[in-house]
């Protein structure tokens, strides 16, 4: 096999350790670097239990008072992700790259952008998150590369230099006419002409990002390479961007296309081989009959991102009743045991409206973009307190939510002090702007000039720093941040909403939204389907869990609301609530009643009636 | 009678007096029944031999036919009744098996689920039984999370409308029905149904009352509101549309005469609302009505068709009570049988469902607006203005689109608009003469 180094070794500190595995990148030998230690704790199914952080190294803190946010800074605030309880960060790509789609667009996969540091500091990172116990993965972009890539600067040349075949050339720019443009308002066709090759180049997204051609057999030993790479270091996976569209076949869509999973299936089996335990969340922003595919029989993805659930969370509390989300989970198939979904309430991207109906997606733009400068793409560029007009019951009812659903929660950075966007920057950069940390200079992101600064830091009276930032959060205990973290370290008592079944919970009011996350069979073997919608056996097993199952009741009105609870299947289960540890009233035989706050919920440990509260009133009503 | 064996029975005097006198016991038991009348016993099936067992009734109450399904237990063994069945029990019977303690089956899980397996063949876990509801005519209740199994305790002589309609449209394929399981049927008379339980459905009306709740609240173009309803309602048209659809498929159309439906709602609303006659703007609508040369075709309707006949799962909208059996709440729109008998089914202008489920739309914004805005200061009825015209356009922009529904409405955009409006009015009238009877 043969794999490309770039032509300038990665700069590299620090003293030169024992260095046994980071050298499989096509054989090339990075002096100095060592690889890090994983932590010990967790399991191989940890990505089904564990919480993720979106974290933008370039907005999260900057170190050497550049204006940019680095990998030292990153490091810096470890302390505050592990006070937090995050599991495991996700870093937006750090690759060098021009710049010109947030990073995703790489020019060199064998290194950092020299704005974040150096591999070492990355390295330094790694052991540091690992020694508390948190797990990175970080951006893959497989489908493309930066046009200032080596590989596509040498492919332009010619027609017939060594990487002459590495890209998608055609003569005209009529082939494939049936793959749809993403990105519908800037781009106007798949296809770019290049003067200098005197061809056409393929491109699925922006025209300075060209596709890499996986019918090369050299390209696809080359980008393997460049995750043995990354692993052998010490990710702990990837987050595989855009990978529905990695190959091209006449008379189809070019999306989700049997070759692009027998690829992955070939990637999985070669990170499985030599790195066990790492994860692969794939993002496929595809109806979830599609998605599931990506999981293949559990021997493709660990990870899909549910898309189309998002949407329909503000959805459903925008119209105040269940059935957005009710739906969506029951279109969404069973997934392997081994497999989880990543669900998120908001990331980097836009709030993707590509898979909702276009008349939702009309309802959507309406209801949340007030100002058109605030649409991106088929999507809507804001962050979730501003999308929520500040209200903070709603950001915690959809907290709620997000984390008792099937799956593993992803939070963006700065979501958990309810941070605002900036709509008058351009692109996607309004949802990118420096982390908060303090009144200070800066919002204590960084100590460089403000002219200096990547990106400006939010000054309105409302969600700028001196307003909103971790400091402040962290003094007032009863502040979003704290009431996040508190949920959070209840969450992780209960592996059930990680690994659990699901099984929605009949109430005739329809702005409750109520299931039940069941223990798994002990039995199940690995790789059998798991569905989301609802479990197939159902209900609790008494006689086979140790852990109990856990009620969530939500109530997506305004208003107060009542719950009238089908409850038969726990009769006589003994509700605790989970954040206060209170009893409340056992099941009964039939309906249990629970009224609800606006926008309030409870999640309930169903234990055993046995350790119930003999004086607790006991008729399923509550008073 | 026969205890050991299943079947219909022969009844003997005695037995025969003493099941009567446990419908009796039931009768009195049961609210909304009248007791005190006399019993006749007309047939009797053991369903269930042996210890817990069933024997199934059938009687004359006053002038009409009750069924009860009576479950029997050894004195002393342990019944555990479901909820609100302290008084399950109803007295005592003694057969060749020895004497029983006798109850009311739907009030006892175990015995319950027997006689489900015994008429439709499906097992359940007793635990998972619990009551749905309970009306005057029939008792429900939920099997586990997937059967609804319905005792009809008010029989009738021959098919039930109802359940004529609604296997009818399953027959056709017309989906957005709780499919249906089996028919419990004896001596031609409908005892029973198990069908698919809708677990997790909202009803139509409460699902309307969180949109309209969350307009009042919020203020402005109910399209722009969090809970806009707009796409829900274009859904139900297009559910009404296909059961229409599905009716005309099951039971065939009529050519009805817009001329004779302009007398009859004319002679309806004269009859129910005579002062709304008097309304310049209905005038000018009947009088618009009186001219139009149309014709227009007649269908099996559902005949009584509202929010509350309706509910929403997370698989979409579906119809869930066929209560009227077709038989609808006016004759407006009807065309007479063929052979001029007067029985039989009802067939009339789908579009008078049509007109019951607007009128639904516009019931439940301005019933809000009222409960919410007493003097009206609040401008809470423009809001309900705006909300039902929005929702009506969405209703019938999903009803018209189906393809198909052509055929069945009559042609021209004038026609519909005049149609719809005069069954809407007999709609209204009927509803306010039910509260001034109620």
């Known amino acids: ?281 794939a993002e496929a922003n595809q109806w979830p009959a599609d998605l599931v595919d990506y999981f293949g029989n559990g021997d493709e993805c660990h990870m899909c991102f549910h898309f189309p659930l998002m949407p329909r969370l503000f959805m459903a509390v925008r119209r105040e009743q269940r059935f957005p989300v009710t739906e969506i989970l029951a279109q969404t198939p069973e997934i392997p045991d081994n497999c989880q979904w990543a669900i998120f309430l908001r990331n980097h991207d836009e709030l993707t409206l590509e898979k909702v109906t276009e008349e939702e997606r009309d309802y959507m733009v309406a209801e949340y973009v007030k100002d058109p400068r605030m649409r991106r793409h088929m999507g809507i560029g804001r962050r979730l307190a501003p999308l929520l007009d500040g209200d903070r019951r709603l950001a915690e009812l959809l907290h709620a939510v997000l984390f008792s659903l099937p799956g593993s929660p992803v939070i963006y950075y700065g979501d958990e002090i309810l941070m605002g966007d900036n709509v008058y920057l351009g692109d996607r950069d309004s949802v990118r702007t420096p982390m908060q940390w303090s009144p200070d200079r800066n919002g204590g992101f960084s100590r460089s000039d403000f002219a200096q600064l990547y990106l400006p830091p939010l000054m309105d009276p409302v969600y700028g720093f001196e307003a909103v930032n971790v400091e402040a959060h962290r003094r007032n205990p009863s502040s979003h941040l704290h009431w996040l973290r508190n949920i959070l370290q209840t969450r992780k008592q209960f592996p059930v909403f990680g690994t659990g079944t699901f099984d929605l919970v009949p109430c005739a009011n329809p702005s409750i939204l109520a299931y039940v996350r069941s223990p798994q069979p002990p039995s199940s073997p690995t790789g059998r389907p798991r569905r989301a919608g609802r479990s197939r056996r159902g209900g609790a097993r008494p006689d086979v869990e140790e852990e109990s199952p856990v009620l969530c009741v939500h109530n997506l009105s305004r208003f107060a609301q009542p719950a009238e609870l089908d409850l038969a299947r726990w009769a006589n289960r003994a509700p605790v609530e989970l954040l206060g540890r209170i009893p409340f009233p056992p099941v009964g035989n039939g309906t249990y009643s629970v009224t609800l706050g606006p926008y309030g919920f409870y999640w309930f440990e169903l234990t055993a009636a046995h350790g119930a509260d003999p004086d607790a009133p006991g008729d399923g009503e509550l008073p | 009678m026969t205890p050991s064996g299943t079947g219909v029975v022969d009844v003997s005097d005695s037995a025969r007096a003493a099941l009567a006198e446990l419908v009796t016991a039931y009768a009195a038991r049961r609210s909304g029944w009248t007791g005190g009348g006399a019993v006749r016993v007309l047939d009797a099936e053991v369903l269930g031999p042996g210890r817990p067992g069933i024997v199934d009734v059938v009687a004359e109450l006053d002038d009409r036919l009750v069924h009860v399904p009576f479950g029997l237990r050894a004195p002393g063994e342990e019944a555990r009744f479901l909820p609100d069945g302290d008084d399950a029990v109803l007295g005592s019977f003694v057969d060749d098996e020895g004497p029983a303690m006798v109850f009311d089956v739907t009030r006892d899980a175990v015995v319950a689920a027997m006689l489900l397996e015994r008429v439709s063949g499906e097992v359940v876990q007793a635990s998972l039984v619990r009551h749905l509801r309970d009306d005057k005519a029939s008792i429900t209740l939920a099997m586990e999370d997937r059967i609804a199994f319905t005792v009809y305790n008010e029989v009738v002589d021959g098919p039930r409308p109802e359940l004529e309609v609604f296997f009818a449209l399953d027959e056709v394929g017309f989906n957005h029905l709780a499919a249906p399981l089996a028919l419990w049927r004896r001596a031609g008379r409908d005892l029973g149904v198990a069908q698919e339980l809708l677990a997790g459905a909202s009803s139509g009306y409460a699902l309307a009352l969180t949109s309209v709740r969350d307009l009042y609240a919020s203020g402005g173009p109910p399209e722009l509101a969090g809970g806009d309803f707009g796409a829900e309602a274009h859904r139900l048209g297009t559910m009404t549309a296909r059961m229409h659809l599905g009716l005309d498929k099951a039971f065939g159309r009529r050519l009805g005469d817009v001329g004779e439906w302009a007398a009859a709602i004319e002679s309806t609303l004269g009859g129910l609302a005579p002062h709304v006659l008097e309304r310049p703007d209905v005038e000018q609508l009947l009088g618009e009505l009186r001219v139009l040369q149309v014709s227009s075709q007649a269908i099996r309707t559902h005949g009584d068709f509202h929010l509350g006949r309706t509910c929403r799962t997370e698989q979409g909208w579906y119809v869930v009570d066929f209560g009227s059996g077709g038989q609808p709440t006016s004759m407006a729109g009807a065309v007479r049988a063929p052979d001029g008998d007067g029985g039989g089914p009802v067939f009339r202008s789908p579009l008078a469902d049509v007109a019951d489920m607007l009128w639904s739309l516009e019931h439940v914004a301005t019933t809000a607006a009222d409960e919410r805005d007493r003097s009206g200061r609040d401008g809470l009825s423009e809001l309900a203005d705006a909300w039902v015209a929005r929702n009506r356009r969405a209703f019938l922009a999903g009803y018209l689109g189906v393809p198909g529904i052509s055929g069945l409405v009559p042609p021209g955009r004038e026609a519909l608009r005049v149609l719809t409006a005069s069954f809407e009015l007999v709609r209204a009238a009927v509803h306010q003469a039910r509260q001034s009877e109620g």
């Open chain 1, 1 to 281: 096999m043969t794999v490309s180094r770039p032509a300038k070794a990665p700069r590299v500190r620090g003293s030169a350790t024992g260095l046994p595995s980071a050298r499989r990148a096509g054989g090339a030998r990075l002096p100095g670097i060592r690889p890090t230690a994983l932590p010990a704790k967790g399991g191989a199914d940890w990505f089904r239990r564990g919480v993720f952080y979106e974290v933008l190294t370039r907005g999260f803190f900057d170190s050497n008072d550049d204006g940019i946010g680095d990998l030292a800074g990153l490091r810096a605030k470890l302390d505050y992700l592990e006070w937090l309880g995050v599991d495991c960060l996700w870093l937006l790509p750090f690759y060098p790259s021009p710049m010109r789609d947030g990073g995703y667009d790489i020019s060199d996969f064998f290194t950092v952008h020299p704005d974040l540091g150096h591999l070492d500091d990355l390295v330094e990172f790694l052991d540091d998150a690992h020694r508390r116990g948190i797990r990175v993965i970080a951006d893959l972009v497989m489908n493309h590369t930066s046009d200032q890539h080596p590989w596509f600067v040498e492919s332009r040349t010619s027609r017939d230099n060594p990487k002459a075949d590495w890209y998608v050339w055609n003569e005209d720019d009529q082939r494939w006419p049936e793959a749809r443009v993403v990105f519908v308002d800037v781009e106007t066709s798949n296809w770019t002409w290049d003067q200098q090759r005197q061809q056409y180049y393929w491109h699925r997204f922006y025209s300075h990002q060209p596709d890499l051609n996986y019918e090369n057999p050299a390209v696809v030993d080359a980008m393997f390479g460049v995750v043995r790479f990354w692993l052998d270091l010490g990710l702990d996976g990837f987050r595989l961007d855009a990978v529905p569209y990695l190959f091209q076949r006449d008379g189809t869509t070019g999306e989700n296309l049997p070759e692009t999973h027998a690829l992955l299936r070939q990637l999985r089996k070669e990170v499985d081989a030599a790195h066990p335990n790492r994860v692969l969340l």
